[in-house]
């Protein structure tokens, strides 16, 4: 069973930086794909950052945030910046270990964690 954990959310004002982290554990095969997801009140889901062979962003945080992996301390990142007040919301992080149906922003992930509140303020 693999657990995610995230950190490192919490209020910023517009234009800041915030750095998520996701902790990974309980795995005996590595999640083949991760990725970031946030759901503002009232709004569905969206998936923002995935990581696997490659990576893939939504255009709204294209060339604001930067996904990476760190395999050694089984940990993942999501670094934020020229942060919007449009980018409040819940941010979850997200595991699969199939291959199937490949590592996109559309893709079925198995496992997420419980969320971290970010909050930008104008």
């Known amino acids: 069973q693999v657990q995610l954990v995230e950190s490192g959310g919490g209020s910023v004002q517009a234009g800041g930086s915030l750095r998520l982290s996701c902790a990974v554990s309980?795995?005996?095969?590595?999640?083949?794909?991760m990725g970031w997801f946030r759901q503002a009140p009232g709004k569905e889901r969206e998936g923002i950052a995935v990581?696997?062979?490659?990576?893939d962003y939504a255009d709204s945080v294209k060339g604001r945030f930067t996904i990476s992996r760190d395999y050694a301390k089984n940990t993942l990142y999501l670094e934020m910046n020229s942060l919007k007040p449009e980018d409040t919301a819940m941010y979850y992080c997200?595991?699969?270990?199939?291959?199937?149906?490949?590592?996109?922003?559309?893709?079925?992930?198995?496992?997420w964690g419980r969320g971290a509140q970010v909050t930008v303020s104008s």
């Open positions: 990581i696997g062979t490659y990576t």
């Open positions: 309980g795995y005996f095969v590595s999640p083949t794909c």
């Open positions: 997200a595991a699969k270990i199939s291959r199937s149906g490949g590592c996109n922003l559309r893709a079925d992930f198995t496992y």
